[in-house]
């Protein structure tokens, strides 16, 4: 049972994730064209949509800490994939696209949604599952919402659904048309067909995903 100091500390960054999730994402909305994914094409996103589902995560695990109910290893297999998911989001946005997008990438919407809410759902995640022991074979099931997303945004390609105005991918490196193709690779962005750097997002999830489980049981270890 997590003790009342750590749950404390939990439920404050959970509401954290929750509430600069929900105020990223409104933002988003109203800022319309003026933001690269706003209006209601926001949703078709992985960054939205990963902000979403880690909120929900932390709605249900505050929900189920103040219930003092058990929490058993699928939930906490749930709030790995839930927080590596999120990592992925700010780790694309800070290395891969705001070097595309200059400096109109830091507003606050895109701060909080890539930045603030990983920042917090990390913490969160071992804050809460410090000594949960999750099993290093678990660590598969992060790559299942990023892999859903990637055949979601490969359907929208070859649909010709467009994610901005005239655009049918979501991000650079998931253009399926772009001179490197799937397995090829280019002198300008993507650099490297989409084939390649999905496998390289696969691995960075796989080996995010070992540490973080090692890193919640060896605070789990300390404080016993």
């Known amino acids: 049972m997590i003790s009342p100091k750590r749950k404390t500390i939990s439920t404050a960054l959970k509401m954290t994730v929750i509430l600069s999730a929900a105020a990223g994402t409104v933002m988003t909305a ?7 994914m706003g209006g209601g094409r926001m949703f078709m996103y992985f960054t939205i949509q990963s902000n979403v589902a880690i909120a929900v995560v932390c709605a249900v695990g505050a929900w189920l800490m103040m219930r003092n109910k058990k929490i058993g290893d699928a939930w906490y297999t749930v709030k790995l994939a839930g927080t590596v998911s999120i990592t992925l989001t700010g780790v694309v946005f800070v290395v891969l696209l705001v070097p595309v997008l200059g400096n109109k990438a830091w507003n606050i919407p895109n701060t909080l949604t890539h930045v603030v809410v990983p920042m917090a759902a990390i913490a969160d995640y071992f804050v809460a599952a410090s000594g949960s022991g999750t099993k290093s074979k678990n660590v598969i099931c992060v790559v299942v919402p990023p892999m859903l997303y990637a055949i979601y945004a490969g359907i929208g390609y070859i649909r010709g659904w467009e994610f901005a105005t005239g655009v049918n991918y979501p991000y650079f490196f998931l253009n399926w048309g772009s001179p490197a193709g799937a397995f090829g690779f280019s002198k300008e962005l993507p650099y490297m067909g989409c084939v390649w750097w999905i496998l390289i997002l696969l691995v960075f999830l796989i080996a995010v995903g070992m540490c973080y489980i090692r890193i ?4 789990g270890n300390r404080i016993g």
């Open 30 to 36: 109203l800022a319309g064209r003026n933001s690269f």
């Open 216 to 219: 919640a049981d060896r605070i």
